[in-house]
Structure formats: structure tokens, C-alpha cells
């Protein structure tokens, strides 16, 4: 049974660094073809790929915020990171992880989000 | 970037066929494969992966959807709908960097 479930601090300040962990089961990071990726949603609008990490540690990130973006692993305990660098509050949304099938690129399953919002 | 451009809302009546849409500005076939993939969300809920490369049922998934088209028209088809079928759908892209388009609602008349 594959899970994902997304952590982060629920709320920071303009101008500090989000740091987001997607913890999993049910497959592994070190598997062939697999990749993870982060997906953001603001409230009542649509979805934004942000960035992916794979199996082989290739990464891939959305270039309107590629400066601000960065995305790592760690296999043995089965997690993967986001930290994105001076959050202002246009970065308040739910935030997804979820597994992507690297061959073919879609996202067959999905974490329940965490929400994060950017305010003084 | 390929962009997705999708009809913002479709109402539809129980038992009826709806018939989602989904235009990109870039062909997104490679190799044989159709390299789009479909979406429902319901309120509150994280996305499910309803379609993959087009036309293959995701696991799971009730026959009575079923997506087809290929180089930049795309459709997604939802025959009978039923009550449980109201969210929104999304389509996405994976022939370069993934984008998604911004999502019909479909709603019932």
C-alpha cells in the first residue's frame, strides 16, 4: 500500500525559508523508474508542479521559481524535502508530494497536503 | 512551457455523458505515447490519477471513465454521470516539464 503524508510549520513569516518532508511507504526512493515530486495548490485555484527528485537523484524544478527551490532525498528512511528560499505570502497554498512514475510522468498517488501560510 | 487550456465549469444532468476537454499549445505525443494524463479532485481532497497517457484507466478507476485524443485535443469522458462524480478535473502534461491546466467543475444540473 503506497502512502504519502506531507509535513511542514503551518505558518512563517515574509522573507523566511519553508522547509517541507514527505514521508512514504510502500515503495522505495532507490527504485528504478521512481521519482517524487512536490505539487502546490493556493487556495481555490489550480495546481503547480514546483519540483521533482528521482531515483538516481536527477532533479527537475519549475523555472519561474527554480532560484528559490530546492529538492533532496533521503532514501534509507524513505523521505523527500522542499525548502523554498524568501516565502512571501503569494506562496501561502496547500502544498502535495506524490509519486511520480518517472518513464511516463504521472503522479499516481498523491499525499493529503499541508497547508502553509506566508504572513507577518 | 505547454499550456492546457480547459473550459472552466460544465453542468451536466445524472446519467448523462459529459465530455471534459483539454487543448495544449505544443503536441505532447512522443514515441507512440500521448503524454497527457486526467485528474479529479473533490473539495478537500488531494488530486486522483483518473487517466494516464491518455486512454488507460488509472487502478481502481470505474469504467465509466474513459479519456481519448492524441497531439494537442484531448478529451475526457464521463458516461453515465453520477452524483459522486461532481469535482474537479485536471489535465496534465509530461511531454516536457509538467504543467497542468487550470481545471474544469463539474457540476450537476
Known amino acids: 500500500q503506497v502512502t504519502l503524508k506531507e509535513s511542514g510549520p503551518g505558518i512563517l513569516q515574509p522573507s523566511q525559508t519553508l522547509s517541507l518532508t514527505c514521508s512514504f511507504s510502500g515503495f522505495s526512493l532507490s527504485t528504478s523508474g521512481i521519482c517524487v515530486s512536490w505539487i502546490r495548490q493556493p487556495s481555490g485555484k489550480g495546481l503547480e508542479w514546483l519540483a521533482t527528485i528521482c531515483w538516481e537523484d536527477s532533479k527537475g524544478y519549475n523555472p519561474s521559481l527554480k532560484n528559490r527551490l530546492t529538492i533532496s532525498k533521503d532514501t534509507s528512511n524513505n523521505q523527500a524535502f522542499l525548502k523554498i528560499t524568501s516565502v512571501d505570502t503569494a506562496d501561502t497554498a496547500i502544498y502535495y508530494c506524490a509519486r511520480r512514475y518517472s518513464y511516463y510522468g504521472y503522479f499516481d498517488y498523491w499525499g493529503q497536503g499541508v497547508m502553509v501560510t506566508v504572513s507577518s | 512551457d505547454i499550456v492546457l487550456t480547459q473550459s472552466p465549469a460544465l453542468a451536466v444532468s445524472l446519467g448523462q455523458r459529459a465530455t471534459i476537454s483539454c487543448k495544449t499549445n505544443q503536441n505532447v505525443d512522443y514515441y507512440g505515447n500521448s503524454y497527457m494524463h486526467w485528474y479529479q479532485q473533490k473539495p478537500g481532497q488531494q488530486p486522483k490519477l483518473l487517466i494516464y497517457?491518455?486512454?488507460n484507466l488509472a487502478s481502481g478507476i470505474p469504467a465509466r471513465f474513459s479519456g481519448r485524443g492524441s497531439g494537442t485535443d484531448f478529451t475526457l469522458t464521463i458516461d453515465p454521470v453520477e452524483a459522486d462524480d461532481t469535482a474537479t478535473y485536471y489535465c496534465q502534461q509530461s511531454r516536457n516539464l509538467p504543467t497542468f491546466g487550470a481545471g474544469t467543475k463539474l457540476e450537476l444540473k
Open positions: 497517457l491518455a486512454s
